[in-house]
């Protein structure tokens, strides 16, 4: 043997954690986590398919498909795209302007008021709708779209106190050194 002997390390055995008084929802706590985490990658792997196979992101088919879908002759206007997808006007206007760069959509001026634009999908849009297996709004809000009225208000109710919960804890970090700088 030489001068420095090898150390022979004992096998260590890997302790489960273990729900404690001070954390009972340990393991609900990280299913919930999962689940989240599930319900996000399988929405990034919807948005990298449709990408590969149409051309076209998630949010971008959605607002294609509510663009066709308008039951008004004229179309529809940005503003009440945005409405009906939740997302602010100017994140809208840059999926029109993709859109109608792509030749999916197109831009109409109202015949009354020549301020207001309407926006109407094109024949090419209407068929990459009708070749793109859906839902075309995304798996998400095809979920939440086919989740009863209670179990949505729930949902809607128990997210709301999470954000809350996160944005208080936000606050209160807001100021601080990052990681000790």
């Not at 051309?55 to 949010?59: C, E, L, T």
């Not at 301020?115 to 094109?122: G, I, K």
């Not at 809607?156 to 709301?160: A, C, N, Q, V």
């Given at each position: 043997m030489t001068a420095?002997?090898?150390?022979?390390?004992?096998?260590t055995r890997?302790?489960?954690?273990?729900?404690?008084?001070?954390?009972?929802h340990t393991s609900l706590e990280l299913q919930t986590l999962q689940s989240l985490r599930t319900i996000f990658g399988s929405a990034r792997t919807h948005d990298a398919e449709l990408r590969r196979s149409a051309?076209?992101?998630?949010?971008q088919l959605w607002a294609l498909?509510?663009?066709?879908?308008?039951n008004n002759k004229q179309g529809i206007t940005v503003n009440q795209l945005?409405?009906?997808?939740?997302?602010?006007?100017?994140?809208?206007?840059?999926?029109?302007?993709?859109?109608?760069?792509?030749?999916?959509?197109?831009?109409?001026?109202?015949?009354a008021d020549q301020?207001?634009?309407?926006?109407?999908?094109?024949a090419?849009?209407?068929?990459?709708?009708?070749?793109?297996?859906?839902?075309?709004?995304?798996?998400?809000?095809?979920?939440?779209r086919s989740l009863d009225r209670a179990h949505l208000h729930r949902l809607?109710?128990?997210?709301?106190w999470v954000l809350t919960r996160m944005r208080r804890t936000a606050d209160l970090a807001a100021g601080e050194t990052l990681m000790g700088e």
């Open positions: 420095v002997s090898k150390r022979v390390r004992k096998p890997r302790v489960r954690a273990s729900t404690t008084a001070s954390s009972p051309g076209v992101s998630g949010s498909s509510e663009v066709a879908r308008s945005s409405a009906q997808m939740a997302l602010h006007q100017t994140t809208t206007s840059n999926l029109v302007n993709s859109l109608v760069e792509k030749g999916l959509i197109r831009r109409q001026r109202d015949a301020r207001v634009v309407h926006l109407c999908a094109t090419q849009g209407k068929q990459l709708l009708l070749r793109t297996p859906g839902p075309h709004a995304g798996l998400l809000v095809d979920a939440l809607s109710e128990s997210l709301g």
